[in-house]
């Protein structure tokens, strides 16, 4: 990720690398604003390297070892630790039918390099709208466990990201793992156009359960507004099952209310005829 900084060295900062959780928390209770977690550190040293940040702490987890594991908690569901890479969670068979659509996201971030570098949770801890794993974890009901100096709590995903680069994370806090919940019998895709970039022009991530009588549907689209949407007006039209009329109808019902944004990337008249390109693609696939 460049945006055409001069730059190519990173500014001053000290290393640490702790190795429990109590370390990195009194660390950056020590250290505060001036203090920055490190993942894999793709898209920090990026930023520092820009000059977009300048912390002059760094603080790597990556030797923690609760914050390197992925875990399948009968009656919880799917617990990726802040630590875990992309690339480990694509091959280490930890995604289960269920949460296809994640699967399906995180395989198309960047490149094979950098999915085994940057982290399930660094990605989501960005907010940038064109970022993969928040519309896929939003359709699935993931949450985020944090952890602070008040003790630890857990929020959504479509709580926690509140605006671009902006995450409800309190001082001296930080995200310990993402957890994903069981959810037997759901059905879930992701589709993507990107316009020969890394970068998303509009997404979209579906998930529908047949819990109950009737079945809940999600749509929920990054990449087209400041933070991931859904369209309640076109997941009504496919909780009953899913015909090619009904993928018609509910392609252009979401072309038609999704807000999108006009940026640097595309304009929001072009955006909303992708969510008809790809919402049309992707619930033909599960068709």
Known sequence: MSFGSPYVTLPDFTYHRPKSLDEVLALLKEHGDEAKLMGGGVGLIAFMKERLMSPTHVIDVKEVAELGQVR??????????AAVSIAELLEGGDLKTEQAVLREALARVADPMIRRRATLVGNLCEAIPWVDSPPALMALDA???????????SLLVSDFIRGPVDIDLGPNEMVTEVVVPESKGRRSAFEK???????????????????????????????????????????????DGLSPTKVRRAAETASEKVECLDDVLATASYRKHLIKVITTQVLWRMM
Do not use: D, M
């Open 72 to 81: 399948q908690v009968p009656g919880e569901g799917l617990r990726i630790g």
């Open 143 to 153: 949450s985020v466990e944090v952890a602070g100096p008040e003790g630890r709590r």
């Open 193 to 239: 156009f990107t316009g020969g970039s890394e970068f998303s022009l509009a997404s979209v991530a579906v998930s529908v359960s047949n819990g109950g009588k009737k079945r809940a549907a999600k749509l929920v689209y990054g990449a087209v507004n400041s933070t991931p949407v859904r369209c309640p007006e076109a997941e009504r039209l496919i909780e």
